[in-house]
């Protein structure tokens, strides 16, 4: 079992940063490829960017390509999201989840899920 919280959510002006992070606790945290998801009111969840275990490969939806970074840090169980340039079409809940396969694009990959983070951007 693996227990992931997220933070740092919040209500941000278009062209503005935020950054997310997920703590990870109950297995080895470098075990497992992490992704950040979200979703946004009436649409299906869709990948934002995946991390290998390593952090030596990353995979990002182009919509955030430029503007988003992935990071983690393993000795601290932690994967990091910097958003900068924000849009209102960012606007959703932001999940992570870890996958013990090691890498996944897909959210059926996913093993375990945080409750997720409120991400809003005002134009």
């Known amino acids: 079992q693996v227990q992931l919280v997220e933070s740092g959510g919040g209500l941000v002006q278009a062209g503005g940063s935020l950054r997310l992070s997920c703590a990870a606790s109950?297995?080895?945290?470098?075990?497992?490829?992490m992704g950040w998801f979200r979703q946004a009111p009436g649409k299906e969840r869709e990948l934002v960017v995946a991390?290998?275990?390593?952090?030596?490969?990353?995979n990002y939806a182009d919509s955030v390509k430029g503007r988003f970074t992935i990071s983690r840090d393993n000795a601290k169980n932690t994967v990091y999201l910097q958003m900068n340039r924000l849009k209102p079409e960012d606007t959703a809940v932001y999940y992570c989840?870890?996958?013990?396969?090691?890498?996944?694009?897909?959210?059926?990959?996913?093993?375990?899920w945080g409750q997720g983070t409120q991400v809003t951007v005002s134009s």
């Open positions: 109950g297995r080895t945290f470098s075990n497992y490829g």
């Open positions: 991390i290998n275990r390593s952090g030596g490969i990353t």
């Open positions: 989840a870890v996958t013990s396969t090691g890498w996944s694009r897909a959210p059926a990959g996913y093993d375990y």
